[in-house]
């Protein structure tokens, strides 16, 4: 299986939202909102990066990652949602998605990431639960960081407020 990884451009807009709405229809955690976000993000210019997988000229994933902010600390980012189109699952696409995001975050001097997620999965690019940081209403062990500079922080994350977006 050969597939691409680049910037998203205007293009892929639509392509995106039916993909992050199939992928999310399956997932058993959902909102069912996250195609709201993303939109909402996008409109807010708040996308610091946002890349799609394609094969054959055609999306078949895609990855956000916005502005958080952890107690005082900034030049974090939060990275979600995550969508890969749900017969392409399973086969490496999100993996080289989160791997090249994190690439560009680092390449941006970004201080570190978080990611509320599946720890089995998260934890093989170097996210760990630090009980330091929080985010309300979700089980603790499902969120976690990376930091990219060494740097400690400590208190609630708040992510922008597209994530309200329904």
């Not at 293009?11 to 069912?32: K, N, P, Y």
């Not at 610091?48 to 502005?67: C, K, Q, R, Y």
């Not at 990275?79 to 090249?100: F, H, N, T, W, Y």
């Not at 740097?151 to 992510?159: A, F, H, L, P, Q």
Request: hydrophobic share 45%; proline share 4%.
């Amino acid at each position: 299986m050969k597939y691409a990884i680049r910037d998203e451009c205007a293009d892929d807009v639509d392509a995106i939202r039916r993909i992050t709405q199939a992928a999310f229809s399956l997932a058993e955690h959902s909102s069912g909102t996250e195609s709201a976000i993303v939109d909402a993000l996008r409109m807010a210019d708040a996308l610091a990066v946002s890349l799609v997988a394609t094969m054959d000229e055609e999306v078949v994933g895609h990855i956000a990652f916005s502005p958080v902010t952890i107690g005082t600390a900034i030049g974090w980012f939060g990275l979600g949602p995550l969508s890969v189109r749900p017969d392409m699952q399973k086969q490496g696409i999100g993996g080289a998605l989160v791997g090249e995001g994190l690439i560009r975050l680092r390449a941006m001097r970004a201080r570190g990431c978080v990611v509320l997620g599946d720890p089995g999965y998260y934890r093989r690019f170097g996210f760990v639960h630090d009980p330091a940081i929080r985010y309300e209403g979700v089980p603790p062990e499902y969120f976690m960081r990376l930091s990219f500079d060494g740097s400690e922080v400590s208190g609630n994350v708040v992510y922008h407020e597209g994530f309200s977006a329904s």
